[in-house]
């Protein structure tokens, strides 16, 4: 089977849990037979990797992609609309690079707005391939966490909706995710669920342990929609009267540190043997986000072995129950404070058992090869039919 990869660039060339997607996605229906052509992209300033460089980057064998197509995403400014004009703009300098191949692939699976060319042709009259958008969260349709960001969201609801309606197939990570498709007036039957996954190297060997007292963690970047801004003002009524730590990982501004001495910031980990062993040091990974798709911080954690608190939001229902942590309806700053203090003084044989359950789900059904597997079983289906 030959599949186009069209993707908004990948891990480690940018950074994003949907540019770790991407490139596990390229990496693991490789390893599973695909014969598949990535087409990526890095930001203006910086250089356009080798085939070689991405070679190494995905595989430690001789294995190797089918073709590589590496781009600059366009810049156009700061003026408002202008990520919608650069998305426009690269998905037009992709269709240049493959349009003269389009005929060859069996199937096209694009992320974000990287196919909204060859959606327009195909429209239009065009012949290729069966195309397979994907949106991961839909975030633009999800629960803003501001004024700010409605307006935000607003400016992507009609493009991400011509996009996903256009498609023959639209991607879905379940759950919350699908139900949202839906509501765009999408079909069962071009919905394709599929979740996301994690490298087999993330998954520990060592034995769990629970500490005293309990360490929380919350894993990444400052962002409005991630809910640091309610964490904080938990926190500042908690932490000094509560015996628990609490660890940052991640570019958090300065402004927005409280400061304590039960409370870290390691900054930017981007070292994978420093990071999980951060990880495995500590017992709870906190996710308080307004909006999500299905978090590969989860995934990360719970691959360490962590128990989690976070919120029914995208996917991670998928992930989170009570068997694994406390997974919350919404944010609501007294729910999370007492998700907070409750694992904070569980019972340590409660919260193992909990590191346990997460670490099994994880290693039993969200390993990329598996993942992998299901989606080249769903799309075989699709263009069978």
Same mark, same amino acid.
């Given at each position: 089977?030959?599949?186009?990869?069209?993707?908004?660039?990948?891990?480690?060339?940018?950074?994003?849990?949907?540019?770790?997607?991407?490139?596990?996605?390229?990496?693991?229906?490789?390893?599973?037979?695909?014969?598949?052509?990535?087409?990526?992209?890095?930001?203006?300033?910086k250089e356009i990797p080798s085939?070689? +460089?991405?070679?190494? %980057?995905? /595989?430690?064998?001789q294995q190797k992609l089918n073709?590589?197509?590496?781009?600059?995403?366009? %810049?156009?400014?700061?003026?408002? $609309?202008?990520?919608?004009?650069?998305?426009?703009?690269?998905?037009?300098?992709?269709? !240049?690079?493959?349009?003269?191949?389009?005929?060859?692939?069996?199937?096209?699976?694009?992320?974000?707005?990287?196919?909204?060319?060859?959606?327009?042709?195909?429209?239009? $009259?065009?012949?290729?391939?069966?195309?397979? #958008?994907?949106?991961?969260?839909? @975030?633009? /349709?999800?629960?803003?966490?501001?004024?700010?960001?409605?307006?935000?969201?607003?400016?992507?609801?009609?493009?991400?909706?011509?996009?996903?309606?256009?498609?023959?197939?639209?991607? %879905?990570?379940?759950?919350?995710?699908?139900?949202?498709?839906?509501?765009?007036?999408?079909?069962?039957?071009?919905?394709?669920?599929?979740?996301?996954?994690?490298?087999?190297?993330?998954?520990?060997?060592?034995?769990?342990?629970?500490?005293?007292?309990?360490?929380?963690?919350?894993?990444?970047?400052? +962002?409005?929609?991630?809910?640091?801004?309610?964490?904080?003002?938990i926190l500042n009524y908690i932490?000094?009267?509560?015996? /628990?730590?609490?660890? /940052?990982? $991640?570019?958090?501004?300065?402004?927005?540190?409280?400061?304590?001495?039960?409370?870290?910031?390691?900054?930017?980990?981007?070292?994978?043997?420093?990071?999980?062993?951060?990880?495995?040091?500590?017992?709870?990974? #906190?996710?308080?986000?307004?909006?999500?798709?299905?978090?590969?911080?989860?995934? !990360?954690?719970?691959?360490?072995?962590?128990?989690?608190?976070?919120?029914?939001? $995208?996917?991670?229902?998928?992930?989170?129950?009570?068997?694994?942590?406390?997974?919350?309806?919404?944010?609501?700053?007294?729910?999370?404070?007492?998700?907070?203090?409750?694992? %904070?003084?569980?019972?340590?044989?409660?919260?193992?058992?909990?590191?346990?359950?997460?670490? +099994?789900?994880?290693?039993?059904?969200?390993?990329? @090869?598996?993942?992998?597997?299901?989606?080249?079983?769903?799309?075989? +289906?699709?263009?069978?039919?």
């Amino acid at each position: 089977m030959k599949i186009l990869l069209l993707t908004d660039g990948i891990a480690p060339y940018a950074m994003g849990g949907m540019q770790k997607h991407s490139a596990n996605l390229a990496k693991y229906l490789t390893l599973a037979g695909v014969k598949v052509t990535l087409v990526h992209c890095v930001a203006r300033e910086k250089e356009i990797p080798s085939d070689y +460089e991405v070679n190494e %980057s995905l /595989f430690s064998s001789q294995q190797k992609l089918n073709k590589i197509i590496g781009l600059k995403f366009p %810049s156009m400014g700061k003026a408002p $609309g202008h990520y919608l004009k650069e998305s426009y703009r690269y998905s037009e300098m992709v269709f !240049e690079k493959v349009k003269d191949e389009l005929n060859s692939y069996d199937f096209i699976y694009g992320k974000g707005f990287s196919a909204w060319k060859l959606l327009q042709k195909k429209s239009k $009259g065009m012949k290729m391939a069966p195309i397979g #958008v994907k949106f991961h969260g839909y @975030e633009m /349709f999800q629960k803003p966490p501001s004024f700010r960001a409605k307006i935000e969201q607003l400016f992507l609801r009609k493009p991400v909706k011509w996009n996903t309606l256009n498609s023959d197939f639209v991607f %879905s990570y379940g759950a919350k995710i699908t139900e949202l498709i839906r509501g765009l007036g999408v079909g069962d039957d071009k919905i394709i669920s599929i979740p996301s996954g994690i490298d087999n190297t993330w998954i520990r060997q060592s034995k769990l342990k629970v500490n005293s007292p309990i360490r929380f963690v919350f894993l990444g970047r400052y +962002e409005r929609r991630k809910g640091i801004e309610e964490l904080n003002d938990i926190l500042n009524y908690i932490i000094e009267n509560n015996e /628990f730590e609490f660890h /940052f990982i $991640g570019p958090i501004p300065q402004d927005k540190q409280i400061e304590s001495k039960k409370i870290v910031y390691h900054g930017v980990v981007q070292d994978k043997e420093k990071l999980t062993g951060l990880l495995d040091d500590a017992d709870v990974l #906190v996710c308080p986000s307004h909006s999500e798709g299905m978090p590969n911080v989860i995934l !990360e954690g719970m691959s360490r072995g962590m128990a989690v608190i976070a919120t029914d939001v $995208g996917a991670v229902r998928l992930l989170v129950s009570d068997k694994v942590g406390i997974l919350l309806k919404q944010i609501d700053k007294e729910e999370f404070k007492q998700a907070i203090l409750s694992l %904070s003084n569980v019972e340590p044989a409660k919260l193992l058992e909990m590191k346990i359950n997460s670490l +099994e789900l994880v290693s039993n059904a969200f390993k990329w @090869e598996r993942i992998a597997e299901q989606l080249i079983d769903k799309v075989k +289906e699709v263009i069978n039919d």
